[in-house]
């Protein structure tokens, strides 16, 4: 999972987290494949239908803002979105996302080059955005954040090795 490789469906400021799952569909299942028919609807009502696995979404602005439901990055994991990339997170949005084995890369570098239908290469450990003959810097993933996609989630994480890592400290 160091490097993520996907054609991009790119979106671009504001996307909240009712433009990623609108809650007129939350409140009726907590089956996620369901909600995953409806991801991103509200900014594109044909994504579901188009999005492949490994897809990556390339954003603009306070990506996943609005209220703190959970359900967003699940919804967008299970469309087959492999990564997020955006100039900026809504800081919820951002934990969750790690808390459930997406991985989200804040790049405030990116420009308006990359499109909808490109082909981009994430490189996490190195903090990488390959885009055609372009490369934008990002702050590489944690050790520990990238242990915990790895492992595919918090509560993966925490299955795996039986606690976390400070607990085993004491």
């Known amino acids: 999972m160091q490097v993520i490789k996907g054609k991009v469906w790119k979106f671009g400021d504001d996307i909240s987290t009712d433009l990623i799952i609108p809650g007129k569909y939350k409140f009726k299942t907590i089956d ?3 909600l995953a028919r409806h991801a991103m609807e509200g ?4 994504f579901s ?4 696995k490994g897809d990556i979404i390339v954003a603009c602005e306070n990506f996943g803002c609005g209220s703190s439901r959970e359900q967003a990055p699940v919804v967008i994991k299970h469309a ?3 990564a997020v990339v955006a ?6 949005f ?14 405030p570098d ?9 082909t981009v290469e994430l490189r ?4 990488q955005v390959l885009a055609g003959t372009r490369t934008y810097s990002f702050k590489p993933i944690p050790p520990f954040l990238m242990t915990i996609l790895q492992d595919g989630g918090l509560v993966e994480h925490f299955k795996k090795r039986g606690g976390f890592i400070w607990e085993k400290q004491g």
């Open 49 to 52: 239908s188009k999005v492949s």
């Open 110 to 118: 990116l420009d308006d080059s990359i499109k909808t239908g490109d």
């Open 43 to 46: 900014a594109d009502p044909q």
């Open 94 to 107: 951002y934990r969750n996302s790690f808390n459930i084995g997406l991985p989200v890369v804040e790049c």
């Open 80 to 82: 087959g979105v492999s």
């Open 87 to 92: 100039k900026s997170f809504a800081r919820i």
């Open 32 to 34: 996620f494949n369901e």
């Open 124 to 127: 996490l450990a190195e903090g």
